[in-house]
């Protein structure tokens, strides 16, 4: 048959994602796969015996990334590589990172299937702790890979159990020998629902991002004085929560008083010793700003930074700022960009050039190769919960463009 | 000797506070001795070893409330009940109502030394979870003996980790048999930490409060709908943090917007999913309002709550409040007020008429019998915190007013 025919199955990548759901299933119809738990580790087991099935080489890293490399016709090519992540939200959906690899795995499932040869090697991949909400940053063995993080740094890092990334992945047994460190790849493909609702409320089916929005992460620790409430007049107070409660409010403005096109929430918050009748003296929250224009988000932090040392001065409760990591706004490679339009177009797909406001691993393999994306609509714009949801024709759809973008990259000289 | 000559050890008073400072002892210098955990058990078996070293006749009631009465030369008068509470905050100071019961044992102790005979009895008690802070709300056993509470309620009450309040109280031993109700009691003292900076500030050492503010605690639950937060758009998010944050900035206002004398306060604040990049979808937040006006207290809770829907409805955040507790000011007995500051005089210690800002068992034993309190300086007002601290010379200040209050008590017809 014609290659340009060929489809995936979709009633295969749709039970596919149905029994990798059931790996850390929760009662609200979620996931909570966190990295390097045991959920993490039973469903790269699973991954891996598939990876087997389809006589793929497999390759596990000093990171836990995982490879599975599809021979070419010409083997000393660089490989066309394409993935996502497994592990999950505390409370995420069913979609979320594991489309993109059982997209994958289905794109490779139906090449088996029709034994179709490609001129050069594909690679699928599972990158370790997309997700970054057991141990922060995000993306961390994707920027590792990329050169852009430090291998020792990130195995230091630890969950709030005290629970440390190298240790963890050695308990789980997935710190592999293969050193973790960019190996030559032709072009990086990354399949991922949209987490936003532009796609749902253009009414198109695929999305092509022309890039990642930049990425400002801080943390704010601000100091009060406790005192029990009820003797404690008004005037003299130190309380670190209304101060908190301020800098919220100046964060959420952010966007509308910049004028510009930008995000900025507060999503985490601790407050000490949070007691009913005690006044808070520790309150810690997190600032996330992302915007396609670096410049622009630097000055939004500048002027919120500001706001808090005069919040803080005002009402008597000094703060410290941590910058815990910036990612400049990451354009893809226009040419693969317009491949997927394109290829949507062929499919019979309506598509959208869009960005994605989303970290991806994408945006440290753009760093080291060509690469694009493809995203398919959420429904009501909802992620990282437990409600997240995609209809089962669009991770189809979504599927088959990826099948068809790889078919042309791994033919291209 | 002179009765009136009498004076307790004030040495003997120290090493008592310091024995019991040291269970639940914490790093930072305080204690943790929550209500009915281990730590509550072994202070209460010291404290009814000591009275068992006085020969007093001990009786722990059905809600954990532990008496020691010493005989009067007319038993069938009612005692003079004196005491406070052996538990504490999760990280409270040395002194807050361990004093008072410490106070009136060391006032044992000196009657004992000098074989003092009184006409009345005089009961010493501990009653039990005056802090609330395990077992919500405060004060629940005084309240249960003042008629004011339901028993069973009470023991249905749950800490954080489900745990009840009745059957932690059978797991220390302390689930007495005499049922927990109101005898008739002459009347009632409770020496006690100021918990603010009042006296400090006037340069006195005795405190005799008028009385204790009105308090209302509420719960309010604020629902949002969580989203990643890069690709969701600022206009259309529901974020439940901001619209806590605006709410309690509006409580911290409220004091001065209403004019009156009162304090108004947030302490506690639980956010959900409490993740850097998940816009916020469930807060919970919990209001303090104290006052020696109950309807200003009340007009406030009204203003502040149709802040609080108009928030919510700005933002399509509906709100669920709860009005969690409701206890009206409570003017102690004026004879006994007074008493407390003729006695101060008399001993040569400066003393202010004032209104206790904190609640206290007193308020409810108001309601049975005449109550004054004692209030000794808290140094820099602070309270509820490891760091809380009273000069041993006001500690030994307060009990000698105690000790003289007694007597007069005592000795009344």
Known sequence: MDVKELRINGGRLKAALEEMAKIGATPGGGVQRLALSDEDRRARDLFVQWLKDLDLEVTVDEMGNIFGRRPGRKSRLAPVLSGSHIDSQPKGGRFDGILGVMGTLEVLRTLNDHRVETERPIVIVDWTNEEGSRFAPAMVASGVWAGALDRDWAYNRADRNGRRFKDELIRIGYKGSAPCKAFPVHCYWEYHIEQGPMLEREGRQIGAPKGILCLHWYDVYIEGEANQVGPTPMEGRHDALCAAAEMILKVNELPVRMGGNMVATVGEIQNHPNSRNIIPDRVHF????????????????????????????????????????????????????????????????????????????????????????????????????EVENTAWEDCEAGANVLLHVILKSAGER
Chains 1, 2 share one sequence.
Not at 288 to 303: G, M
Not at 358 to 366: F, K, R, W
């Open 286 to 385: 997190t600032v996330d700003i992302r915007s396609w224009d670096d410049d622009l988000a630097l000055r939004a932090w500048e002027t919120v930074r500001q706001d808090f040392e005069a919040v803080a001065t005002r009402r008597g409760c000094p703060i410290r700022i941590e910058e815990t990591w910036r990612v400049a706004h990451s354009p893809f490679d226009e040419k693969r960009v317009q491949m997927v339009l394109d290829t949507a177009g062929e499919l019979g797909y309506a598509s959208l050039r869009m960005v994605s406001g989303a970290g991806h691993d994408a945006s440290y393999m753009n760093r080291v190769c060509p690469t694009a994306m493809i995203f398919v609509p959420s429904i009501g714009g909802r992620s990282h919960v």
